[in-house]
């Protein structure tokens, strides 16, 4: 029996399942990153409230440069740049306004904002559940999950008599959701996904 195809043959095949597992292994990496940044990317979406602290820097002015926190009528005060808008911007287009303003003064401004505390973005779960207060929202909550972050009910909640009261400007609506109804159907009309400011109450069966 001849062997001596056998040894080049073998190091060929050895060199293809080497090449491949490379080839498998650099399309996972690749996959996870792609991944990661695009959940990374989710984050700058986030719209400012009153209560936020953000930290401006802007390069070689560190007179200008700082911590600010948004006050309640929306805007932050800065030195030589007056007052900026935040409510309901992301850090970036705050970014966008302080440039604009600087360019004034400042020949080509380079400006980087960061959100520091994010404060505002926060529900309430009043009423008959285990631990009522304020909740802060990281990525989107419904009332369900809500009432689960609060403890869950306690002995004497109306399930069937939640009011969820949301702010529209200066008005407010109510809207009944019942906990029966949530669990045989929890789609987004039954168990909606809570916004910044709602105040989900939970009322005493009596």
Known sequence: MRTDGYKPLMVMLIFILVGASLIFSSSQVLGQESESELKAGVSYDYRLGAGDLLRVVVWKNEEISGEYRVRPDGKISMP?????LAEDSTVDEVSMQVTQKLKLFIENPF???????????????????VRPGTYPIDGSLTVIQAIAIAGGFSTFANKEKMVLIRGFGEKQIRIPLSYGKILRDPGEKMNPILQRGDTLVVPWYG
């Open 111 to 129: 400006v980087s904002v960061i959100l520091v505390e994010a404060t505002s973005n926060r529900i309430y779960v009043l009423g008959e559940v």
């Open 80 to 84: 030589l740049v007056g007052d900026i």
